[in-house]
Every structure is written in C-alpha cells, then in structure tokens.
C-alpha cells in the first residue's frame, strides 16, 4: 500500500500501514511551519477550520455537534492532500460516509495560505462550532 492509495478523506485506523506512510511524508507540524509561534498555528488552525464551517454551511451540511480526532495533512502550497478523522463517542451521530464526501469535498477546493517548503500536517480534537477566535496581538 503507498500513501496516495489513501483516500482524499478517511477514517483513521481504516489503513494503518498507507496512515503511517502518509503521516511520515508529512513530520513537519504546523507549529513549525508557523515559525514555532503557538499562536500563529493556533491562529493558522482556526482559519482552517472556519472556512471548514463556512464550507458545510455553503452546502447546507449542518456540522453543529461534531467532535473529531482530525489529522489535516497539506501539500507544500498550501493545498490539502488528506483528511483523516475519527468520530468521538459524545458526537452527534454523523455517517462516516457523509463526513467522508464532506471532508474530502473541502480538501479539494481549500488552500491555505501557509506554505512551506516541506509537506506538513496537524493532528488534533475538533468541536463545531468553533468558538475560539484567536487572540491577533
């Protein structure tokens, strides 16, 4: 198995062996693609996962009550490569295959603006809403 037979979004623990490959080609975390400021990466996240929001609503996919393990992994220019995700016991009820068409739906037409010279990715819990805001000092 290589990491592109991975598909676009998916369930992690689905395929160990194409996660590990793909979470190899992508070490470089976030935080060091945003020069090691927690804050920035805080602040580089949450832009993501806004525009995740504002995707599901543009679709009418109400995401409201969702927790996630989520492990974002991006291309060198910003683009997403992979979603991977795994539901938590105290979310709403989601299909993995509604999730699925939704997170990879968003991961091909999403880019962000950080970039790096390395792929990267980041690995973390996720609640929709997203209430935080980032504090831009």
Do not use: C
């Amino acid at each position: 198995l290589q990491a592109q037979d991975v598909k676009k979004a998916f369930v992690l623990g689905e395929n160990e062996e194409a996660y590990e490959k793909l979470s190899r080609e992508h070490a470089r975390t976030l935080l060091a693609v945003s020069k090691n400021d927690p804050s920035e990466a805080l602040a580089n996240w949450f832009e993501t996962m806004r525009a995740l929001e504002q995707y599901a609503a543009s679709i009418d996919f109400d995401i409201k009550g969702l927790k996630v393990l989520m492990h974002v992994f991006w291309n060198e220019n910003g683009s997403i490569r992979n979603i991977g995700y795994f539901i938590m016991p105290d979310s709403r009820n989601y299909k993995e295959e509604d999730l699925s068409a939704l997170f990879a739906s968003f991961a091909r037409q999403h880019s962000s603006e950080v970039t790096s010279d390395r792929k990267f990715s980041h690995y973390t819990n996720v609640s929709f809403p997203t209430f935080v805001e980032p504090n831009n000092n």
